[in-house]
């Protein structure tokens, strides 16, 4: 049986750092409030950079740990809700960037805060065994927030991760995706500007969340025919920290295998899960041979989960 594997991650983090403080000069919150109802305590908003330009960094990082040529990419796929323009994708101004292959199918997939893993799945579908792909989760949301709304625009951040995958001989990796077509509990218009901005009834997407993470949890390890005990680290979407916390004290999983870095980074939609990876790899939480499961869940309302064997 062949599937993906990670061979190298990368990330690129905007430098201008938003604390919690900051919000106040936009609306009417406080440190004390974002902190205890999310557990954020920065986030990093991006000072004229476009999407594609924080991608193809976080891209760049990819591909340099790979240490492979970027004609080895037999497809680029970009995770994001928040692209620069309707077309060109953002995927398509990476592969301008870097002047990837013109034979490889390159484009964006919209799946909101689960995009990565949707990525990952389409990926794991499409590579033939000994291919290798370029992913990446990128946004820009802080042009998409309303900044006089305090319920959503202290929760969200901009911010690029990625990784370059292979898809190997022994590989063990499973997906799944799930979708539930809502537009009221998440919604960010597109064409229509008076709607263009995120639009949240945050109680809905936390119930649908904490669902969706536990069904990803428990449907992929009875697809892979494995059990909690058997994975070294949860990689959840990192929306709320009493989201994960909650998913931990229901499942009974061990806290220390609940990664968390949303408390720097805010919700970083489709770039969160590769952001999370990269620092995975950086603090050595995680080595080759581990097993690991990560859930994304969002504007959709979406979901989707995998594990793999790094
Ligand atoms: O990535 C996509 C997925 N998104 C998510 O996973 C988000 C899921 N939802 C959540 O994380 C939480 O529902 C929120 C963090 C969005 C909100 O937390 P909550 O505990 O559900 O708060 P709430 O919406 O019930 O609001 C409680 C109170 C309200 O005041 P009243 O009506 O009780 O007087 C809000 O107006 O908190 C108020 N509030 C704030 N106060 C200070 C809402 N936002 C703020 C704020 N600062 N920023």
């Given at each position: 049986?062949?599937?993906l594997?990670?061979v ?5 983090i905007?430098e ?10 936009f609306?009417d ?7 205890s ?18 991608a193809t960094?976080a891209?760049?990082?990819a591909?340099?740990g790979?240490?492979?040529s970027?004609?080895?990419i037999?497809?680029?796929i970009?995770a994001?809700v928040?692209?620069d323009?309707a077309t060109?994708?953002v995927a398509?101004?990476?592969q301008?960037?870097?002047s990837?292959?013109e034979d490889i199918?390159v484009f964006?997939?919209n ?5 990565f893993i ?8 499409m590579l ?5 792909a370029l992913?990446?989760g990128c946004?820009?949301l802080?042009?998409i ?6 319920s959503?625009?202290?929760?969200f951040?901009?911010?690029a ?6 898809k ?10 799930g ?11 597109g ?5 263009s901005?995120?639009?949240m009834?945050?109680?809905e997407?936390?119930?649908?969340a904490?669902?969706a993470?536990?069904?990803g ?5 009875e697809?892979?025919n ?12 990192q ?9 931990q004290?229901?499942m009974?999983?061990p806290?220390?295998?609940?990664f968390?870095?949303l408390?720097k ?10 952001i999370?990876l990269?620092?995975l790899?950086?603090?050595?939480l ?7 499961i ?17």
């Amino acid at each position: 049986m062949s599937g993906l594997r990670i061979v190298s991650t990368g990330r690129y983090i905007p430098e201008k750092c938003i604390t919690n403080d900051d919000m106040k000069r936009f609306v009417d919150t406080s440190d004390e409030w974002i902190r205890s109802r999310t557990g954020i305590v920065t986030r990093y908003h991006a000072d004229g950079e476009k999407t594609y330009e924080m991608a193809t960094k976080a891209a760049k990082k990819a591909l340099e740990g790979a240490k492979i040529s970027y004609d080895d990419i037999s497809l680029c796929i970009v995770a994001t809700v928040s692209g620069d323009y309707a077309t060109p994708s953002v995927a398509c101004m990476v592969q301008r960037e870097l002047s990837l292959r013109e034979d490889i199918p390159v484009f964006d997939i919209n799946a909101a805060c689960s995009g990565f893993i949707y990525a990952l799945g389409v990926c794991d579908r499409m590579l033939d065994e000994g291919e290798n792909a370029l992913i990446i989760g990128c946004e820009r949301l802080s042009k998409i927030l309303d900044f006089t709304d305090r319920s959503t625009c202290v929760l969200f951040g901009d911010g690029a991760g990625a990784a370059v995958v292979k898809k190997e001989k022994n590989g063990i990796f499973y997906s799944l995706m799930g979708a539930t077509g809502n537009k009221e509990a998440l919604f960010v218009g597109g064409v229509n500007e008076e709607e263009s901005y995120v639009h949240m009834n945050g109680a809905e997407v936390f119930r649908f969340a904490t669902g969706a993470i536990e069904k990803g949890i428990k449907r992929i390890l009875e697809k892979a025919n494995m059990s909690e005990d058997d994975i070294d680290m949860f990689v959840c979407h990192q929306a709320n920290a009493r989201i994960i916390s909650h998913v931990q004290r229901r499942m009974h999983l061990p806290k220390e295998k609940m990664f968390m870095n949303l408390q720097k980074y805010g919700n970083t939609s489709g770039a969160s899960i590769p952001i999370a990876l990269d620092e995975l790899f950086e603090q050595k939480l995680v080595k080759e041979g581990m097993k690991i499961i990560a859930v994304g869940f969002g504007g959709g309302l979406t979901w989707g989960s995998c594990l793999m064997e790094l």
